[in-house]
């Protein structure tokens, strides 16, 4: 069974706080993309890497940088949140090549006050 | 860049009924993949259907199915005999053909409610 795995379901931070968000899958896709989930705006890409230590600009990267030394975990880094990161993060993974379709962790709600 | 629309922020259906969920999307590229995917209430969000754009016969799911109209760029799904767990939110997803990074872009979403 394929599995994307989320390191926390909800997390609450502080303003200014470094903010670490972990993703790994056990299924050896190349592709991994971190999403940002708003009510309205549906899903919108911020980072996603095809390889290891190759990572890519989404639509919405400002405030964010990804890091990802393993093949199977990708990770979100909010170097200093603000509160409008308040958001929903979903993390997906993928084959490389094809219309492969892209397999979804849980979720992390987090809240920055 | 493509941008895809999901007129309907909410649907309801009675059990049983059937309920179709609007999707349209712009793009210039003749090349590319549609998807529907599924996030249930604090469940991980889920591949329903998806449609190749060079495929002229709409795809087919069980009870799902979908209205492709390429030269009106629409993509609606159809939900027959709705069940109690098909309430969740919807998302219409587009995929260029020329994208080798498998990047989708999303709709707004529609979440769809299910009436007993």
């Known amino acids: 069974d394929v599995k994307v795995t989320q390191s926390s379901r909800y997390l609450v931070k502080r303003t200014g706080e470094k903010v670490f968000l972990e993703c790994v899958q056990d299924m050896d896709h190349e592709n991994m993309f971190w999403y940002r989930q708003d009510p309205g705006l549906g899903l919108r890409l911020i980072y996603f890497?095809?390889?290891?230590?190759?990572?890519e600009k989404g639509d919405i990267p400002e405030g964010y940088s990804v890091s990802r030394e393993k093949k199977e975990r990708f990770s979100l880094i909010l170097e200093s949140a603000s509160t409008n990161q308040t958001s929903m993060y979903l993390c997906?993974?993928?084959?490389?090549?094809?219309?492969?379709?892209?397999?979804f962790g849980p979720g992390t709600r987090l809240t920055v006050l | 860049a493509q941008t895809v629309t999901q007129s309907q922020p909410e649907m309801s259906v009675q059990e049983a009924e059937t309920v179709t969920l609007s999707c349209t999307y712009d793009t210039s590229e003749s090349d590319y993949y549609l998807f529907w995917y599924k996030q249930p209430p604090s469940r991980q969000m889920i591949l329903v259907i998806r449609q190749e754009a060079y495929k002229q016969q709409n795809a087919t799911e069980n009870r799902f199915s979908v209205n492709f109209q390429k030269a009106a760029k629409s993509f609606s799904l159809k939900i027959s005999d709705s069940q109690l767990g098909d309430a969740a939110m919807y998302f219409c997803?587009?995929?260029?053909?020329?994208?080798?990074?498998?990047?989708?872009?999303f709709g707004g979403g529609t979440r769809l409610m299910v009436k007993p």
């Open positions: 997906a993974s993928s084959q490389w090549r094809g219309y492969n379709e892209q397999f």
């Open positions: 890497s095809y390889d290891v230590k190759m990572k």
């Open positions: 997803a587009y995929r260029s053909g020329n994208n080798a990074g498998n990047m989708l872009t």
